[in-house]
């Protein structure tokens, strides 16, 4: 018989972790598998509508800010381990509200990491934290190099220095308390259920209502992409078979520059809506570059493919293709968000005021 866990999977509301919660709800049924998101603007329930029924996964509605709520959760649900995503993570909000992303992205972390110290101090044995982290904490790229699991940390923009402050935090606990942990640190991810403030969601959209598509400067940075399901599959092996405090960096194993991204989703959406070659590359405009924007991004995910026998299932142009389907057949769920009904799932659902 498998051995039963409680799992606690925070942010799993989101686009990243809403991936995590499935696979792990539908993978493992002798996991409980607790998602905790305080249902901030980014966060959809309705992300996991096919699995709130299963009899293993349980909803809290609660902050990672809440100290008193977090080490009730510890107490009562006694936490096997964690996987911690809950996290403010869109640059041009970190810029216009820095403190928000500090408080979240290092104070929430701290908070869990001293529920998991309390809980688990007199036994270690079988307990992992794991933290699920971003590549904008390297810093940015010339031309040419990857980054690796021992690139120093040069972050750039208050989000990628709330990240690195939480990494860093991380780690202090596994040496100065015996913490045990893993930390990955992934590329741009992209695919179903993401938020339509980020790239691909949002161009797609505006394409479809034949809005402008607003490219950062001259379109030149470049970023690694990673299939979000292929990145929920990462995050399932990093979280079984990763040593303790060691970093994983999960990338997609491809570079794009972002005009060229654009232009290739412009391709693939007007063939996919039936228009004229072309027609969607007249909606590009460049804007005014946003301030630390970084130029370049590319992981090296090797240690992770070497050690773990992970790597991406998907290219990238197989990977757009499936995410432009679901957005295509998925039109009323980006109404819903764009519209903000989404926002009422929580108490339609639920039934909580």
């Not at 972390?109 to 998991?116: C, F, Q, Y």
């Not at 070497?306 to 109404?335: A, V």
């Amino acid at each position: 018989m498998k051995e039963e866990k409680n799992i606690l999977v925070t942010g799993g509301a989101g686009f990243i972790g809403s991936h995590v919660v499935r696979l792990l709800v539908n993978k493992y049924p002798h996991y409980n598998i607790f998602n905790l998101d305080s249902l901030t603007y980014a966060g959809n329930l309705e992300n996991l509508s096919d699995v709130e029924d299963k009899g293993n996964y349980f909803f809290i509605k609660a902050d990672i800010l809440d100290v008193d709520a977090i080490d009730k959760l510890f107490a009562e649900h006694k936490f096997d381990g964690v996987i911690h995503l809950a996290a403010e993570s869109h640059v041009d909000r970190s810029i216009k509200d820095p403190l928000v992303f500090a408080k979240t992205n290092i104070l929430g972390t701290l908070n869990l990491l001293e529920a998991a110290k309390k809980y688990w101090k007199e036994n270690y044995e079988g307990k992992i934290f794991y933290h699920v982290s971003t590549d904008e904490v390297y810093g940015s790229l010339g031309q040419e190099g990857l980054f690796t699991e021992s690139t120093s940390y040069d972050p750039n923009s208050p989000y990628s220095a709330s990240k690195a402050s939480s990494d860093h935090f991380v780690r202090a606990y596994g040496e100065t308390y015996g913490m045990p942990y893993v930390i990955s640190n992934c590329s741009n991810n992209y695919g179903a259920n993401q938020f339509p403030e980020k790239l691909i969601p949002l161009f797609i959209n505006n394409i479809i209502q034949n809005k402008a598509l607003p490219v950062y400067g001259d379109g030149n940075y470049t970023r690694d992409w990673l299939y979000v399901i292929d990145h929920a599959m990462a995050i399932d092996l990093v979280f079984h078979e990763g040593k303790n405090a060691e970093t994983y960096n999960i990338g997609g194993f491809n570079e794009w520059k972002n005009i060229d991204l654009v232009k290739t989703l412009c391709q693939q959406m007007d063939e996919k809506l039936g228009r004229k070659a072309g027609e969607s590359e007249r909606l590009i405009t460049y804007v005014k570059d946003r301030p630390g924007h970084d130029l370049r991004y590319a992981i090296d995910a090797s240690k992770i493919n070497k050690e773990l026998g992970w790597k991406p299932s998907l290219t990238f142009e197989e990977g757009l293709s499936k995410t432009i389907d679901w957005y295509l057949n998925n039109k009323e769920w980006m109404n819903r968000v764009t519209s903000g009904d989404y926002q009422k799932y929580y108490e339609e659902q639920y039934k909580f005021e």
